[in-house]
């Protein structure tokens, strides 16, 4: 069974920074796509950015040159590191694995003010 642990959100001021992180169990994690998608309250939940088990990533436009997505496969881990992050990027944050189906992180809030 494939489990994933997120941590990492807070609170943010306007321009700062915060990494997210995703722990991984239960999965040969080095042939697995990792991303995060969020949710702001009230909205639909949208992807945020992947990374491939070959490593090719890809971002959703609101976020591109801000954010970026690796990955440790020794760790079991990915990793969204958010630079310049706005109160827009005011969310909560779902880690997932693609393997034969979707498997959820817990969630973790990020909350960024001005």
């Known amino acids: 069974q494939v489990q994933l642990v997120e941590s990492g959100g807070g609170l943010v001021q306007a321009g700062g920074s915060l990494r997210l992180s995703c722990v991984a169990s239960?999965?040969?994690?080095?042939?697995?796509?990792m991303g995060w998608y969020r949710q702001a309250p009230g909205k639909q939940r949208d992807l945020v950015a992947f990374i491939s088990s070959g490593g090719t990533t890809n971002y959703a436009d609101s976020v591109k040159g801000r954010f970026t997505i690796s990955r440790d496969n020794a760790k079991n881990t990915a990793y969204l590191q958010m630079n310049s992050l706005k109160p827009e990027d005011t969310a909560v944050y779902y880690c997932?694995?693609?393997?034969?189906?979707?498997?959820w992180g817990q969630g973790t809030q990020v909350t960024v003010f001005s």
């Open positions: 239960g999965t040969i994690f080095r042939t697995t796509t």
């Open positions: 997932y694995a693609l393997g034969s189906a979707y498997t």
